[in-house]
């Protein structure tokens, strides 16, 4: 199935949206970013998929906002966070970091998100997705943004102007969906040793990884995902296949990306499958499993309940 116009204007506002965001963070003085070494990853997976095309510089890290974060990655990996046996239930669950397909926010929204649901008894497997080049220095990186969100017209000053952002790139995602497909082939090949039951395999991504669950769904021929979650990502219209997995949707009202859309909720509702929408007061863009005082806070526990109403979470005999 090809991507639908509908889909590929959604992923694409996702992209400038979150490159708005970058942008708009990195200067901020709480928000420089700073170079990092590349830490340890003993247990990740390569997915094998491949390199990235023109892609020059190496793959490389950086912190922003206390986290790190990667970026240039040109081979894809997997990594399993799997649950102690005496709490596991048989679930899983691919999580796919955001960070609008540029760089990756691996820690806010991969480490700790599998974390957290290991510790419910759930095996979770961090996607690292290649990514478009960019630059090899910290500051061509975000020059190369700024330039990037200024050609799209999504400006500070054109969003106080109430002006529209101009028509976005439209990126091929040939990559990433590869990389998720080999993610999910993966852990179907692995289950039995993960202790995975393969009807309970779901996805989650979040902001950018929100739009690659999303892509995967509509658009992949191999994945057969038992549910998903979207977690603050593009909320534009999509053609709903008739045997989509039930969602899990999450946003907040002071995100950017929300802008009153509720097109993919409607979407999923129309087409008759099962979908929830949590819609926050508060939270922003970004706030992984949570930023303090903020009513998005609880959106994992509600996400646990519900995997559990829809017997997602029902030990494996």
Do not use: C
């Not at 969906?177 to 692995?190: C, M, V």
Request: proline share 7%.
């Amino acid at each position: 199935m090809k991507l639908t116009r509908k889909a590929s204007l959604a992923l694409s506002f996702l992209f400038t949206a979150t490159a708005f965001m970058f942008t708009a963070s990195a200067t901020a003085q709480d928000g420089t970013i700073y170079p990092l070494e590349a830490p340890e990853e003993p247990n990740a997976i390569p997915l094998g998929t491949g390199g990235v095309d023109e892609q020059a510089a190496p793959e490389t890290w950086f912190r922003q906002w206390g986290d790190p974060m990667a970026r240039n990655i040109s081979t894809a990996t997997l990594t399993p966070f799997l649950p102690e046996a005496d709490k596991a239930n048989g679930a899983a669950v691919i999580v796919a970091p955001g960070g609008g397909f540029r760089w990756l926010s691996v820690k806010n929204e991969g480490w700790e998100v599998a974390d957290a649901l290991a510790e419910r008894g759930i095996a979770a497997f961090v996607l690292k997705y290649r990514l478009q080049p960019t630059p090899e220095s910290l500051d061509g990186f975000r020059e190369s943004m700024e330039q990037l969100f200024a050609e799209a017209g999504a400006s500070p000053d054109a969003e106080k102007n109430g002006e529209k952002p101009s028509s976005p790139p439209r990126w091929d995602l040939s990559n990433q969906l590869e990389d998720a497909e080999a993610a999910y082939a993966l852990i179907n090949e692995r289950a039995s040793e993960w202790g995975v039951d393969t009807d309970r395999l779901g996805m989650i991504g979040f902001s950018a990884g929100a739009g690659l669950t999303m892509h995967s769904t509509l658009n992949s021929e191999v994945m057969d995902l038992a549910f998903i979650g979207p977690i603050y990502g593009g909320m534009g219209p999509v053609e709903v296949p008739t045997d989509a997995p039930p969602m899990f949707n999450v946003i907040a009202a002071d995100d950017f990306l929300f802008r009153g859309q509720f097109g993919a909720i409607e979407s999923w509702f129309e087409a008759g499958r099962p979908v929830e929408f949590h819609l926050y007061q508060n939270g922003g863009h970004g706030f992984g499993l949570g930023n303090p005082d903020r009513t998005s806070n609880r959106w994992f526990d509600a996400f646990m309940h519900w995997l559990q109403v829809n017997d997602f979470l029902a030990a494996s005999s």
